[in-house]
């Protein structure tokens, strides 16, 4: 986000063990759905908290001037 510090996390995908059930109740077709969509894995960690700090302003507005899309005349 323009004009905070960035800020990042590894976040994994772990297999739940809902294969079996994937199977049992939609057989060959619900096992593929979801592992397609990705509804037979878990996020770790489930949660990440993050504070937003503010770049200092003279950062900041390079930052921002940066990103930002210059006009044209």
């Not at 990042?8 to 979801?34: C, H, M, Q, Y």
Request: hydrophobic share 40%; proline share 7%; aromatic share 4%.
């Amino acid at each position: 986000m323009p004009g905070y510090t960035r800020e990042e996390f590894e976040v994994t995908r772990v297999p739940t063990g809902k294969v079996v059930n994937s199977i049992w109740v939609g057989g060959l077709i619900g096992l593929a759905v979801d592992a397609s969509t990705g509804a037979d894995n878990k996020l770790v960690p489930e949660q990440i908290d993050v504070t937003l700090r503010p770049i200092r302003a003279a950062v900041a507005g390079d930052a921002l001037s940066a990103v930002a899309p210059r006009e044209e005349r």
